[in-house]
């Protein structure tokens, strides 16, 4: 499996982006797809998954309510929607996936296969 991330930017907080994971190589039903972020001088932390099958959805409380992860299967991608954007999610976001999507969301060392990060400022 091969992921493109792509989206992030500088925005003003309260203001929106939209991430897309980009995904190639393989069918993608046993797949769950996680976003995980990073930011400076921090470990990677859970933001949100999906099962590609089904799109179950699974957010981070930090996020919850602001951000939602989707899928468009027409175009094998991921979004995620980030809403309300605060100084606290600057960070290098990254796409992951897992096989199968039941191992457990929040924990990177689940994740079988990851797209490079997209960087995402958000300014106060």
């Known amino acids: 499996v091969q992921l493109q991330a792509s989206g992030g930017g500088l925005v003003q907080a309260g203001g929106s982006l939209r991430l897309s994971c980009a995904a190639s190589?393989?069918?993608?039903?046993?797949?769950?797809i996680g976003w995980f972020r990073q930011a400076a001088g921090n470990e990677r932390e859970f933001v949100a998954a999906?099962?590609?099958?089904?799109?179950?959805?699974y957010y981070a409380d930090s996020v919850k309510g602001r951000f939602t992860i989707s899928r468009d299967d027409a175009e094998n991608t991921v979004l995620l929607q980030m809403n309300s954007l605060k100084p606290e999610d600057t960070a290098v976001y990254y796409c992951?996936?897992?096989?199968?999507?039941?191992?457990?969301?929040?924990?990177?060392?689940?994740?079988?296969?990851w797209g490079q990060g997209t960087l995402v400022t958000v300014s106060s």
């Open positions: 992951a996936a897992k096989d199968p999507w039941w191992r457990g969301n929040y924990f990177d060392s689940n994740y079988d296969y």
């Open positions: 190589g393989r069918t993608f039903r046993s797949l769950g």
């Open positions: 999906i099962r590609w099958s089904g799109g179950t959805t």
